[in-house]
Structure formats: C-alpha cells, structure tokens
C-alpha cells in the first residue's frame, strides 16, 4: 500500500507512530502526576535511595569512619529514649494521688456527710 503500512498482520508504520504518541502521552501524564503530589515523589526518592545505599556495597573506610558515629547516634537515642521513659513515669507519678492522702481525703468526705446527715436529722 501507498501508506506505508501493510496488509499482512496489521502492523507497520502507522501502527508504531501510534503506539509511540499513545508511550509518550502516558509518561507526560506520570510525570504531570508526580507534580501534582511530592509526597508520593518524596517518598519514591526515598526509596531509590534505600534500594541504591542496600545495593552498593559498603568499603572499609566507610566502615572505619561511619560505625562509631552509628554507635554514638544510637548510644544518644538510646539514653533519650531512657531520659523520656523517665519523665513521663515522673509526670504520671506526680498526677496520681498518693495513697495516704486520697485515704484521708476519702475519710474526711465521708466524715463530712455523715455530720451533714447527722444536722439533717436533728433540725428535722
């Protein structure tokens, strides 16, 4: 045929163009989508980066200078995390009663409705 495509299983030139428009038109509208939430880019960026630092492989002197920074990071995290337990059992220590206190509090209520009671009956 004159056009370019052929007769015999319905692919030729015509076809291929085609599929390259329809190609080129869905990855303009995955990048447009990308644009249109960073998250969902931010997050992928992450990823790659995870997949790529996994992939490598580490060299001594990596090793040598990165490890006692790691040890330090997760010797201070560790100690942050003991100092924030620590707090928070305080802060909850402080805003329960103690149980003398709540104990003498409880008698002198009772108390006091039993005399408010006594009263009432007299005047009565």
């Known amino acids: 045929m004159s056009n370019g495509t052929t007769t015999q299983g319905g692919t030729g030139t015509g076809t291929a163009t085609n599929q390259a428009t329809s190609t080129r038109d869905k990855a303009q509208q995955a990048i447009g989508d990308l644009g ?3 998250v969902a880019l931010l997050a992928g960026g992450v990823a790659l980066g995870v997949l790529v630092g996994v992939l490598l492989p580490r060299i001594a002197k990596e090793r040598e200078l990165l490890d006692p ?3 330090t990071l997760a010797q201070r995290a560790t100690a942050a995390a003991q100092a924030a337990k620590e707090a928070g059992r305080q ?7 103690d149980k ?4 003498e509090r409880v008698s002198a209520f009772f108390g ?10 007299q005047q009565a």
């Open 91 to 97: 802060e909850i220590d402080a805003l329960i009663p």
């Open 36 to 38: 249109d939430n960073p």
């Open 112 to 121: 006091s409705i039993t005399d408010a009671a006594k009263g009432a009956a």
């Open 100 to 103: 003398d206190a709540t104990k």
């Open 69 to 71: 920074l790691g040890r």
